[in-house]
Structures are given as structure tokens and as C-alpha cells.
């Protein structure tokens, strides 16, 4: 239950989020917030594989928005090294403190699009 409420929200973001991406190219930044509450979602659900997955989906297009937003870079640099740190931990099984980083890095991804 907790993957489709956080799912639903995350959809909710991404959408307003992908509104923004007409004026300021934040496409990126929209579809690494959308794997990363996905990957929080399967997190908390106690489902590492899929939220290695995710998260990963997550650094490939946080790693395009910072090259992407120079002005956002800190905190898009910050978001990477938690979205890296939730898939060391996703792997070893951890999902809980996988979901703690990228709860961290979804965080540092909001103040990025400002």
C-alpha cells in the first residue's frame, strides 16, 4: 500500500515537475524524481532489487541534469552521491537505509529544480 501512495505522489511531482520542463528544460530532474520515488517506494516495501533498478534509472538522468543546470549542481552533486549510497545499500540488501538515501537524495533533487 505504502508503493502506491508514494507512487501516486511521486506522480503528482513529476507532473508538475514535467510542466516546468517547457520553460526550463527540467526533464531530467523530473525523470530522477520519478525512478527515485519509485525506488523509495520498492525501499520501503523491503524490495532491494527494484530498487536498484530504479535508483539507478534515477543516476543516469541526476548525473544529465547536473551537467544540464550548472546552477543546481550542488545539490544535484549531493543527490548523486545519496542515489549511488541507496544502490550500495539496495544491493547488500538493505532496502530500509536504501530508502533513507534516496529519501536524502530526492531532497537535494526539490532544491535542485528552485
Same mark, same amino acid.
Given at each position: 500500500m505504502k508503493q502506491v501512495s508514494t507512487t501516486f505522489a511521486v506522480g503528482i511531482l513529476a507532473l508538475f515537475l514535467s510542466s516546468q520542463a517547457l520553460a526550463s528544460d527540467a526533464g531530467h530532474t523530473s525523470e530522477t524524481m520519478e525512478h527515485a520515488g519509485?525506488?523509495?517506494?520498492?525501499?520501503?516495501?523491503? #524490495?532491494?532489487? @527494484?530498487?536498484? *533498478? +530504479?535508483? $539507478?534509472? &534515477?543516476?543516469? =538522468?541526476? !548525473?544529465a541534469a547536473e551537467k544540464a543546470h550548472a546552477?543546481?549542481?550542488? #545539490?544535484?552533486? @549531493?543527490?548523486? *552521491? +545519496?542515489? $549511488?549510497? &541507496?544502490?550500495? =545499500?539496495? !544491493?547488500?540488501?538493505?532496502?530500509?537505509?536504501g530508502a533513507k538515501h534516496m529519501k536524502e537524495a530526492m531532497q537535494h533533487i526539490r532544491e535542485s529544480a528552485h
Open positions: 519509485q525506488a523509495l517506494a520498492h525501499g520501503e516495501d523491503g #524490495h532491494a532489487s @527494484e530498487l536498484v *533498478k +530504479h535508483a $539507478e534509472k &534515477s543516476l543516469h =538522468h541526476a !548525473k546552477d543546481a549542481h550542488k #545539490h544535484m552533486t @549531493e543527490a548523486i *552521491k +545519496h542515489i $549511488e549510497e &541507496s544502490i550500495k =545499500h539496495g !544491493k547488500m540488501g538493505h532496502a530500509d537505509e
